[in-house]
């Protein structure tokens, strides 16, 4: 299974293994992740499931699209590599993903 590694604000790691065809937020969900309240339970509706990508994994994880970019207006803080992890789906490739979750959601 894909591991992927989340980063709190504080600099905390903690690995989770995510199963393919799942999304980054519910691997962290399940994996009792902090930092990642997805309020509206991955359907793109509340912005509060808000990851920064690592920058080596931008090209691979894909960019967001249109529907995610505007959810994003209601997000703090965003930046370039900004995603709502919701709508990033798990696969083999994305194996050994690093992203960052932002000091508050919403
Ligand atoms: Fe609500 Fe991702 S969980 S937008």
């Known amino acids: 299974m894909p591991r992927i590694t989340f980063v709190d604000f504080s600099g905390t790691e903690r690995t989770v293994e995510a199963k393919a065809g799942s999304t980054v937020m519910e691997a962290a969900m399940q994996n009792g992740v902090p ?7 991955g359907g793109c509706a509340c912005a509060t ?3 920064y990508v690592e920058e080596e994994w931008r ?3 894909g960019p967001t699209q249109p529907m995610e970019e505007d959810m994003l ?6 930046r370039a590599n900004s995603r709502l992890s919701c709508q990033i789906e798990v696969r083999p490739e994305l194996d050994g993903l690093v992203v960052h979750t932002p000091a508050r959601q919403g």
């Open 59 to 61: 090209e691979i994880v």
């Open 49 to 51: 499931c808000h990851v």
């Open 35 to 41: 930092g990642i309240d997805a309020e509206c339970g």
């Open 73 to 78: 207006d209601f997000a703090s803080d965003v």
